[in-house]
């Protein structure tokens, strides 16, 4: 059933089954997403979706906050675009996040993050936690320096490929992206090598071997076509 | 079971009890059990049998009666004495167990561990939740039963509709009490109103419609222990509670959550629910009637988080114990994606006395928005530190000063800390407001779980907020950026604070950043976690300024 929200005061028309994300995209109204990737699941965890909805005393995220009739919805307010710069400030201040050196430089979803933020410098003090690089792979590695905890790749490997090596270990800032029980990538007995975690991962911490600066493109539409192929019997490319 | 059969054992059990004259009460709650209260129990008991006194005297294990900074506490009770002259004995060792049990035989007071029971620390208490605590063995549900127990239960399968149920918790005016106060009728309806939920089709087709009950006794708050002592001193209250909210929502299985470090209030809940079982208070057609509800243990593996409840519910699931967005509510869709009614511990032991008094005692008690009682661990520098049940509306400076005696001699009272790392330090200046939910949030802090520190002019403020972001960045789940790097940055700052290193750009930065993580944070442990910050900001920050170095000058 379609519904009617307004989203920066322009009406928008939506399904009931829709998020505030679905239905400012298919309006054509930016909101900033880091976690969120088309094909995989909704967490809500990296804020950079959050907008103000009336009528709430808290801020929403876009991307897994369901429509209602009649909704009114600010997604770019000043006060949004202070808290999204203090977000991706923080992001950069927590590992060692270097473009200069980087694989995925020019093609990252962090950098552009911050290019649209208007993000120039940190305001934090960096952090430089002394974090390692699995290359035991043979196909792919994972650098934990570039690592910003979106889970993209660990919903990306349990969800559409079933196969769940990846996932989290350990909490807070001590958390990281762990192959099974935390071995070396490499000697994964369930890891089958798709590479749909490399589609996923937003930044240079999972790369092809072999690609250096800048070289590490991907290829993220194959993870929705699976979907939707494998969900609505439909091969749309 | 059925009212009658239940009258009788209340009745066989104090009949048992009155053939005795006195009972010798030892704490067995764990600040006491560490202190040897066991070894007391056995020599009281082996002394009274040498004695020749069994049929007299009665040595009984009993929940903390709160005073734990004198424990081992072991209380006399006379048996047929009205009004009962109770008498109370601080610090026991077993080698004491002689000359008090000659005391009670000649009705003298053993003067030199005497301590008064008298005291502004008991007489200002009011006890509701902690009633029986101190006055009845926890792993005896014969003892709960003679105390009145399980008749709510029985009242409401007999008598009252599930809304009728409801509507009587709504009246009362109960709120949560594991923090943030929402109204717990309004929650019971809620969940009673929502469609049952389909459970994994691995199941039994007969329970794949399912509601749950949630008992979070995750209690994590450093230096909180209300729903420990409850659980341990009263651990079938607690039951009663969930079972009549099974029934007023229409769950039949109840979960407690408990945290794994309490082994002693996990063992005493495993008793107490094998107890209540075995004589068909739990379990299939309770009360002869068509209502069936059954409790299980479920531990958790000490993550702070998981006192929130969507994490909570993830880590019964299996999963990771890992918040996210609300909505959906639980009460919408909770464990396995069913209505799931998640109470704190206080919360459901105040079930059963409303049920059984009625809601309109219960709302006769505490302020106008605040009803009841709540229960305090309070700690800290205070002269006598232990668990105390106050009503609502009481004020600070009542508590510090008349229940726990103020602080100790030549220092000065500087600031209450409530809440725990969700809350905030209250000043000297709001000693005589009142303790509810309103009065606390507007001073920027929180009723929380009911930690209560009071401190000293010697305490550093900084050094306490740097303390308790500390503890919420080393129990940040990850999930989300702000909570996770944003409370490792706040720590950062705090420290370079600490060392001499920090600037007033420092300053600006970390108010700002309060303000960022408390807004954007995905649940509740985020969203709080900035209070001890913000609060001695605005209380205290000369203490922050005077720390604080000149800007280098730019070259």
Redesign the interface.
């Given at each position: 059933m379609a519904r009617t929200l307004t989203i920066n005061g322009q009406m928008v028309s939506a399904r009931d089954e829709d998020t505030i994300l679905r239905a400012a995209q298919d309006a054509g109204i930016h909101i900033p997403v880091l976690c969120h990737l088309d094909g995989l699941s909704d967490?809500?965890?990296?804020?950079f979706c959050?907008v103000e909805v009336a009528g709430s005393n808290?801020?929403?995220?876009a991307c897994?906050?369901?429509i209602q009739e009649g909704m009114v919805v600010q997604t770019d307010t000043e006060q949004l675009r202070?808290?999204r710069r203090?977000?991706i400030e923080?992001?950069f201040?927590?590992r060692n996040h270097v473009c200069a050196v980087c694989v995925a430089n020019g093609n990252c979803e962090m950098q552009s993050l911050a290019i649209q933020l208007g993000m120039t410098h940190s305001?934090?003090?960096y952090?430089f936690p002394s974090l390692g690089v699995d290359l035991s792979h043979e196909r792919f590695g994972l650098d934990h320096n570039r690592c910003?905890?979106c889970?993209r790749c660990v919903r990306a490997c349990d969800e559409i490929e079933g196969a769940h090596t990846l996932?989290?270990f350990?909490?807070?800032?001590?958390?990281r992206i762990v192959t099974d029980l935390g071995m070396p990538w490499g000697e994964s007995p369930t890891c089958t090598s798709c590479g749909k975690c490399v589609m996923a991962c937003p930044t240079g911490a999972l790369f092809k071997q072999g690609s250096t600066v800048a070289e590490m493109t991907r290829d993220r539409s194959k993870l929705n076509f699976l979907k939707t192929a494998r969900e609505e019997r439909k091969w749309i490319v | 079971m059925n009212p009658d059969e239940l009258n009788r054992i209340a009745q066989a059990e104090q009949a048992a009890l009155s053939r005795h004259e006195h009972a010798i009460n030892v704490c067995v709650g764990i600040a006491c059990h560490s202190g040897g209260s066991e070894q007391i129990r056995k020599a009281l008991e082996a002394e009274v049998k040498s004695a020749g006194l069994q049929g007299k005297c009665l040595v009984r294990g009993v929940g903390c009666p709160g005073l734990c900074a004198e424990g081992p506490l072991v209380s006399v009770e006379p048996l047929h004495r009205s009004p009962p002259q109770e008498l109370l004995y601080r610090k026991v060792t077993p080698a004491d167990a002689p000359a008090l049990v000659r005391s009670v035989v000649r009705e003298e007071p053993l003067e030199q561990l005497r301590i008064d029971a008298n005291q502004p620390f008991f007489t200002r208490q009011l006890k509701i939740v902690l009633e029986n605590c101190g006055h009845m063995d926890p792993e005896r549900i014969e003892d709960y039963i003679a105390r009145g127990g399980y008749q709510a239960l029985i009242k409401v399968l007999t008598e009252m509709t599930p809304q009728e149920v409801i509507d009587a918790l709504s009246r009362s005016g109960l709120r949560g009490r594991g923090g943030a106060g929402f109204p717990t009728g309004l929650k019971w309806a809620t969940v009673a109103k929502a469609t049952p939920g389909r459970y994994p089709t691995y199941v039994p087709p007969d329970i794949q419609s399912q509601k749950f009950v949630i008992c979070n006794g995750d209690e994590g708050d450093p230096g909180a222990f209300m729903d420990r002592s409850v659980m341990e001193g009263d651990p079938h209250r607690v039951l009663e509670g969930m079972a009549i909210a099974g029934y007023a929502v229409g769950a039949r299985q109840g979960f407690i959550y408990v945290r794994a470090e309490y082994a002693l209030a996990v063992k005493r809940l495993r008793t107490a629910i094998r107890q209540a079982q075995r004589i068909g208070l739990l379990g299939k057609n309770i009360a002869g009637t068509s209502f069936t509800f059954d409790v299980d243990i479920r531990l958790g593996a000490g993550a702070f988080v998981c006192g929130e409840e969507t994490a909570l519910i993830a880590s019964i699931e299996g999963g990771r114990g890992l918040p996210r967005p609300r909505p959906p509510y639980p009460a919408e869709s909770g464990l396995w994606g069913c209505p799931t009614l998640i109470n704190n511990v206080e919360t459901l032991a105040n079930v059963p006395p409303i049920i059984t008094k009625g809601a309109d005692w219960f709302a006769s008690i505490g302020t106008e928005k605040s009803k009841g009682t709540k229960v305090f661990a309070l700690t800290g520098q205070v002269k006598r530190s232990g668990l105390i049940e106050v009503p609502m509306g009481i004020t600070l400076r009542e508590i510090v000063f008349e229940i726990g005696g103020g602080v100790p001699e030549g220092r000065q009272f500087k600031a209450v800390q409530t809440g725990g790392p969700s809350g905030g330090c209250i000043p000297a200046d709001y000693l005589d407001m009142p303790v509810d939910y309103e009065s606390l949030a507007k001073v920027g802090s929180i009723m929380g779980s009911g930690g209560l520190i009071v401190m000293d002019d010697t305490t550093d403020m900084v050094e306490v907020a740097r303390f308790f972001m500390d503890f919420c960045m080393e129990e940040s789940c990850g999930k989300c950026i702000p909570c996770r790097a944003g409370t490792a940055q706040m720590h950062h700052i705090l420290t370079k604070i600490q060392q001499g290193k920090a600037t007033a750009r420092d300053l600006r930065l970390l108010e700002e950043l309060s303000n960022v993580v408390k807004h954007t944070s995905l649940c509740g442990l985020g969203q709080s976690a900035p209070n001890p910050v913000i609060s001695t900001l605005r209380y205290f920050r000369h203490e922050y300024e005077r720390k604080l170095v000149p800007e280098l000058e730019r070259v």
């Amino acid at each position: 059933m379609a519904r009617t929200l307004t989203i920066n005061g322009q009406m928008v028309s939506a399904r009931d089954e829709d998020t505030i994300l679905r239905a400012a995209q298919d309006a054509g109204i930016h909101i900033p997403v880091l976690c969120h990737l088309d094909g995989l699941s909704d967490v809500g965890a990296c804020r950079f979706c959050l907008v103000e909805v009336a009528g709430s005393n808290r801020l929403l995220p876009a991307c897994t906050t369901r429509i209602q009739e009649g909704m009114v919805v600010q997604t770019d307010t000043e006060q949004l675009r202070n808290y999204r710069r203090h977000l991706i400030e923080l992001l950069f201040a927590e590992r060692n996040h270097v473009c200069a050196v980087c694989v995925a430089n020019g093609n990252c979803e962090m950098q552009s993050l911050a290019i649209q933020l208007g993000m120039t410098h940190s305001r934090y003090d960096y952090m430089f936690p002394s974090l390692g690089v699995d290359l035991s792979h043979e196909r792919f590695g994972l650098d934990h320096n570039r690592c910003i905890m979106c889970t993209r790749c660990v919903r990306a490997c349990d969800e559409i490929e079933g196969a769940h090596t990846l996932d989290v270990f350990g909490r807070g800032a001590k958390a990281r992206i762990v192959t099974d029980l935390g071995m070396p990538w490499g000697e994964s007995p369930t890891c089958t090598s798709c590479g749909k975690c490399v589609m996923a991962c937003p930044t240079g911490a999972l790369f092809k071997q072999g690609s250096t600066v800048a070289e590490m493109t991907r290829d993220r539409s194959k993870l929705n076509f699976l979907k939707t192929a494998r969900e609505e019997r439909k091969w749309i490319v | 079971m059925n009212p009658d059969e239940l009258n009788r054992i209340a009745q066989a059990e104090q009949a048992a009890l009155s053939r005795h004259e006195h009972a010798i009460n030892v704490c067995v709650g764990i600040a006491c059990h560490s202190g040897g209260s066991e070894q007391i129990r056995k020599a009281l008991e082996a002394e009274v049998k040498s004695a020749g006194l069994q049929g007299k005297c009665l040595v009984r294990g009993v929940g903390c009666p709160g005073l734990c900074a004198e424990g081992p506490l072991v209380s006399v009770e006379p048996l047929h004495r009205s009004p009962p002259q109770e008498l109370l004995y601080r610090k026991v060792t077993p080698a004491d167990a002689p000359a008090l049990v000659r005391s009670v035989v000649r009705e003298e007071p053993l003067e030199q561990l005497r301590i008064d029971a008298n005291q502004p620390f008991f007489t200002r208490q009011l006890k509701i939740v902690l009633e029986n605590c101190g006055h009845m063995d926890p792993e005896r549900i014969e003892d709960y039963i003679a105390r009145g127990g399980y008749q709510a239960l029985i009242k409401v399968l007999t008598e009252m509709t599930p809304q009728e149920v409801i509507d009587a918790l709504s009246r009362s005016g109960l709120r949560g009490r594991g923090g943030a106060g929402f109204p717990t009728g309004l929650k019971w309806a809620t969940v009673a109103k929502a469609t049952p939920g389909r459970y994994p089709t691995y199941v039994p087709p007969d329970i794949q419609s399912q509601k749950f009950v949630i008992c979070n006794g995750d209690e994590g708050d450093p230096g909180a222990f209300m729903d420990r002592s409850v659980m341990e001193g009263d651990p079938h209250r607690v039951l009663e509670g969930m079972a009549i909210a099974g029934y007023a929502v229409g769950a039949r299985q109840g979960f407690i959550y408990v945290r794994a470090e309490y082994a002693l209030a996990v063992k005493r809940l495993r008793t107490a629910i094998r107890q209540a079982q075995r004589i068909g208070l739990l379990g299939k057609n309770i009360a002869g009637t068509s209502f069936t509800f059954d409790v299980d243990i479920r531990l958790g593996a000490g993550a702070f988080v998981c006192g929130e409840e969507t994490a909570l519910i993830a880590s019964i699931e299996g999963g990771r114990g890992l918040p996210r967005p609300r909505p959906p509510y639980p009460a919408e869709s909770g464990l396995w994606g069913c209505p799931t009614l998640i109470n704190n511990v206080e919360t459901l032991a105040n079930v059963p006395p409303i049920i059984t008094k009625g809601a309109d005692w219960f709302a006769s008690i505490g302020t106008e928005k605040s009803k009841g009682t709540k229960v305090f661990a309070l700690t800290g520098q205070v002269k006598r530190s232990g668990l105390i049940e106050v009503p609502m509306g009481i004020t600070l400076r009542e508590i510090v000063f008349e229940i726990g005696g103020g602080v100790p001699e030549g220092r000065q009272f500087k600031a209450v800390q409530t809440g725990g790392p969700s809350g905030g330090c209250i000043p000297a200046d709001y000693l005589d407001m009142p303790v509810d939910y309103e009065s606390l949030a507007k001073v920027g802090s929180i009723m929380g779980s009911g930690g209560l520190i009071v401190m000293d002019d010697t305490t550093d403020m900084v050094e306490v907020a740097r303390f308790f972001m500390d503890f919420c960045m080393e129990e940040s789940c990850g999930k989300c950026i702000p909570c996770r790097a944003g409370t490792a940055q706040m720590h950062h700052i705090l420290t370079k604070i600490q060392q001499g290193k920090a600037t007033a750009r420092d300053l600006r930065l970390l108010e700002e950043l309060s303000n960022v993580v408390k807004h954007t944070s995905l649940c509740g442990l985020g969203q709080s976690a900035p209070n001890p910050v913000i609060s001695t900001l605005r209380y205290f920050r000369h203490e922050y300024e005077r720390k604080l170095v000149p800007e280098l000058e730019r070259v």
